[in-house]
């Protein structure tokens, strides 16, 4: 049972354009949400995360969005640039642990 | 303070055999976590380990085992192995809710 489900599965952007990434979840026990890059031969990295509490949370280009009684939540990539392009991956957990994780986008951004 | 360190990097095996793969946590943090990754699933959670003892486990046959010792290190160990057990094995340190990932083991089985 896929329990976050990640759109799109690959995206392309144009340099300085916006990257949106979105993701549906379904257990509502799900309590932290964070989104996580990984380039090819590297294991995931931590971008940004965010709790049921608040509604968006920025942090420098990156932006998540939260919509508790929809069960979504979203990645904004402002002014997007050739070197954010990887994969990423939304997860949702509780308490931290257990982190499951949706399929992943694959994102590219055009110089 | 250094990264998770997985080693060793890449293993290959053949069908049958067993493999143990390690893990050294960021200096003081005692959760230990294992996720496989593969282009078919995604990342799947295995297990998870906190003061040497399993806290957590994922939906993964019990060819799949782990453990961890006081120095908060882990293994996980994967016996008669199978050509779908190919993948990319990571291990992530937690600190205050959040998973720091190592570079993984790329295990590959022929």
């Known amino acids: 049972q896929q329990q976050v489900k990640q759109s799109p599965q690959s995206l392309i952007v144009q340099k300085g354009g916006i990257s949106i990434i979105n993701c549906a979840y379904e257990?509502?026990?799900?309590?932290?949400f964070p989104w996580y890059q990984q380039f090819p031969g590297k294991g995931p990295a931590l971008l940004i995360a965010i709790r049921p509490d608040v509604s968006e949370k920025k942090e420098g280009r990156f932006t998540i969005s939260f919509n508790k009684s929809a069960k979504q939540f979203s990645l904004h990539i402002m002014d997007s640039q050739p070197g954010d392009s990887a994969t990423y991956f939304c997860a949702a957990a509780t308490w931290g642990n257990m982190l499951t994780f949706g399929g992943g986008t694959r994102l590219m951004v055009k110089p | 303070k250094a990264g998770v360190t997985q080693t060793p990097r890449y293993l290959i095996k053949t069908r049958g055999q067993q493999v143990t793969l390690s893990c050294s946590p960021i200096s003081g943090h005692r959760s230990v976590s294992w996720y496989q990754q593969t282009p078919g699933q995604g990342l799947q959670f295995l297990f998870e380990?906190?003061?040497?003892?399993?806290?957590n486990k994922g939906n993964f046959p019990g060819r799949f085992s782990g453990r961890q010792f006081s120095n908060s290190r882990s293994e996980m160990n994967v016996s008669t192995l199978e050509l779908g057990d190919s993948a990319l094995y990571l291990c992530?340190?937690?600190?205050?809710?959040?998973?720091?990932f190592g570079p993984g083991t790329r295990l590959t089985v022929l």
């Open positions: 380990y906190f003061s040497e003892t399993q806290r």
């Open positions: 992530a340190s937690t600190h205050t809710d959040t998973q720091y």
């Open positions: 257990n509502t026990a799900f309590d932290y």
